[in-house]
């Protein structure tokens, strides 16, 4: 996946790689990823980590704001 070939869905718009940031524990950043499965719920912790977890990627369209998110193997 080369980021100059993605195209917005919508408007055909070349789509910006980004990322989406989650604000956790003391207000520190991380980048959103994806887990395998459904979410299991821990006494402590809020979620069980998951065994199996990836970064995503976002790309934004620049003409009408469309978000499309991706979670590559690896990020180039």
């Given at each position: 996946?080369?980021?100059?070939?993605?195209?917005?869905?919508?408007?055909?718009?070349?789509?910006?790689?980004?990322?989406?940031?989650?604000?956790?524990?003391?207000?520190?950043?991380?980048?959103?990823?994806?887990?395998?499965?459904?979410?299991?719920?821990?006494?402590?912790?809020?979620?069980?980590?998951?065994?199996?977890?990836?970064?995503?990627?976002?790309?934004?369209?620049p003409?009408?704001?469309?978000?499309?998110?991706?979670?590559?193997?690896?990020?180039?």
């Open positions: 996946m080369t980021d100059n070939r993605i195209e917005c869905c919508k408007c055909q718009t070349p789509m910006q790689p980004g990322y989406l940031m989650e604000k956790g524990h003391g207000n520190k950043h991380s980048i959103t990823t994806w887990a395998r499965g459904q979410p299991q719920k821990s006494f402590w912790m809020g979620l069980k980590s998951p065994q199996e977890k990836l970064e995503t990627r976002t790309y934004r369209c003409r009408c704001g469309y978000l499309e998110t991706y979670a590559p193997t690896t990020i180039a």
